[in-house]
């Protein structure tokens, strides 16, 4: 089992920032830990992913070149640096943990509950 808890969501301005937090509970070594957002009436659709045991990483079209996934691991925590933020941007996101790094949010077993992150004026 795997417990998965964001943080971090807020509202900001355009051209903004933001940093995601997910702390991760119980056996998610072998994982890879990730980010799907989803805006209202819109699909889900993946963000960043980053594998637990070499910080290898994949990033999904939208975003790319504006956010950056980390992880820290004494903390068991997984970041999404998020920079230039556009109103298109505004979403719940969600962190996933998959046995795969995959950026199909179907491949992700678990989630956490997302954090709201809303881009205006």
């Known amino acids: 089992q795997v417990q998965l808890v964001e943080s971090g969501g807020a509202p900001v301005q355009p051209g903004g920032s933001v940093r995601l937090s997910c702390v991760a509970h119980g056996a998610f070594s072998s994982y890879a830990l990730g980010w799907v957002r989803q805006a209202p009436g819109k699909d889900r659709e993946f963000v960043a992913s980053?594998?637990?045991?070499?910080?290898?990483?994949t990033y999904g079209g939208s975003m790319r070149g504006r956010v950056t996934i980390s992880r820290d691991t004494a903390k068991n925590t997984v970041y999404l640096q998020m920079n230039s933020l556009k109103v298109e941007d505004t979403a719940v996101y969600y962190c996933g943990a998959g046995w795969v790094l995959s950026q199909s949010p179907g491949d992700y077993n678990y989630w956490g509950r997302g954090t709201q992150v809303t881009v205006g004026r």
């Open positions: 980053i594998k637990w045991a070499d910080a290898a990483t």
